[in-house]
């Protein structure tokens, strides 16, 4: 018996070891350890022939040779599969030369989204919250609450699209229509940006649009004066057109805010040196603000007394224009897959 062993031994073990495929591997498997008629499994079976004495020996040497063989059987398995895994690397390697198949068309991010995204971004990393606010909005908030009461000649300059026999809403004609909403909702302090569009009754031409794109700003706490205004305004303008801009602040007047002014950066084409595009000044118009009038602190349940802030508004639908030396701005809304294409 133990001859016989030694000798399944010595035949099974260098078999197993120059086997070349998987299914070689698998039928020696099978003739030396399957279920049926595999010869280690048969000398098992024969063991109940012999006396307790040689059952115990012979069973201990079958196990340890059925041990050696199992475990050389797995290790060629692995071999074999990792020569495969190669073999199939080496057969699929990526062609670099041939040419692609075409692109499929995706869409892309609309002029207006990449400049509010950037300002939004701007904006978050200085703690400001990015607030949303509707279209469709009261007269209260868009005027009445923002120190522009039914008789105000400020009025006129913003007409707007009202509803049918709901003469109290209308399509809000600046975002400066969220400053009392957001103070009642938040309270003080406060640090908000307000992107989004706007609508005025406007006979359109190249430099003016029924709806455009505004973005307000206001930060309200105790303490806060014009140096904060100014510092932000200066960020934001220098973010927007680089390092070299300068802001330039005059007394504007705007209802919500006492003192209010307008706000200009250097030329982008002519760096201030005056050309036609900024009409030969030097300077473009770019936002409104000031420190926030105390009647629309009131009207935000904000006491004057402890508080102040400022606002301020961005054209944003302007500064895309700028940016990107777009002439007529009735191309951002016309859907002309030509215009946007290019951006
Ligand atoms: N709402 C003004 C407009 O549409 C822009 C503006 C000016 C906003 C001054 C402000 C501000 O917050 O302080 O023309």
Redesign the pocket.
């Known amino acids: 018996m133990q001859e016989k062993l030694q000798q399944l031994k010595n035949e099974a073990l260098p078999a197993i070891i120059s086997v070349k495929t998987a299914e070689e591997l698998e039928s020696l498997e099978n003739k030396y350890l399957g279920r049926k008629n595999g010869e280690l499994t048969e000398l098992m079976k024969g063991l109940k022939d012999f006396n307790p004495e040689e059952k115990k020996n012979f069973g201990q040497i079958l196990n340890e040779i059925k041990k050696e063989l199992e475990e050389s059987i797995n290790k060629k398995r692995e071999e074999l599969n990792n020569a495969g895994f190669a073999e199939q690397i080496t057969k699929e390697k990526i062609d670099l030369s041939q040419p692609c198949l075409p692109k499929k068309e995706s869409g892309h991010i609309h002029p207006s989204s990449i400049v509010q995204k950037q300002l939004e971004d701007l904006f978050t990393s200085m703690g400001f919250m990015v607030l949303d606010s509707s279209e469709l909005e009261s007269d209260y908030y868009n005027f009445e609450a923002i120190n522009i009461p039914p008789t105000h000649p400020a009025r006129e300059s913003?007409d707007t699209f009202y509803i049918k026999n709901h003469e109290n809403w209308l399509m809000r004609?600046?975002?400066?229509a969220n400053?009392v909403r957001a103070m009642e909702k938040y309270g003080a302090p406060l640090r908000m940006i307000t992107p989004g569009r706007?609508f005025r009754n406007e006979s359109t031409d190249a430099r003016h649009e029924h709806t455009f794109y505004?973005m307000?700003?206001?930060v309200i706490d105790k303490n806060i004066n014009f140096g904060h205004m100014k510092a932000v305004l200066e960020t934001v303008a220098k973010n927007l057109f680089g390092p070299e801009t300068k802001v330039r602040l005059r007394p504007k007047f705007?209802p919500?805010?006492e003192p209010?002014v307008n706000g200009e950066v250097t030329c982008l084409l002519c760096g201030g040196k005056g050309c036609s595009v900024c009409k030969h000044t030097g300077w473009m118009e770019i936002?409104?603000?000031?420190m926030?009038h105390p009647n629309v602190l009131n009207y935000g349940g904000l006491d004057p007394k402890v508080y102040s802030g400022?606002?301020?508004?961005f054209?944003l639908t302007r500064l895309v224009m700028l940016k990107y030396g777009i002439d007529d701005v009735r191309l951002l809304q016309s859907g002309d897959l030509r215009f946007v294409k290019q951006f």
């Not at 004609?173 to 400066?176: G, I, W």
């Not at 936002?287 to 000031?290: E, H, Q």
Request: glycine share 24%; aromatic share 20%.
């Open positions: 913003q004609t600046h975002t400066s400053q706007c505004q307000e700003g206001v705007y919500f805010v209010g936002f409104g603000a000031g926030i400022f606002a301020f508004g054209g």
